[in-house]
């Protein structure tokens, strides 16, 4: 079996004012801004939430879970 392809995102844009007041839903910790792969990275959760036409989406059910590689 072959790995699926990780999707290609195109540069994500969010308000830097709105970087600075969100926290992770689960631990209320900060949350990393990765740019690339158009996530808000929280490390204490291990979850990486997306950013849909530059809204973050901070429901943990929608989060992916970070592997040892993230």
Do not use: N, Q, W
Not at 48 to 61: F, H, K, N, S
């Amino acid at each position: 079996m072959t790995e699926a392809a990780a999707p290609i995102v195109e540069d994500v844009e969010v308000d830097p004012r709105l970087l600075e007041i969100l926290v992770c839903p689960v631990t209320h910790g900060p949350l990393e801004f990765d740019r690339a792969k158009g996530e808000l990275i929280s490390r204490s959760a291990r979850l990486a939430y997306p950013i849909r036409d530059g809204v973050p989406i901070m429901l943990p059910e929608e989060a992916r879970e970070l592997t040892d590689g993230d």
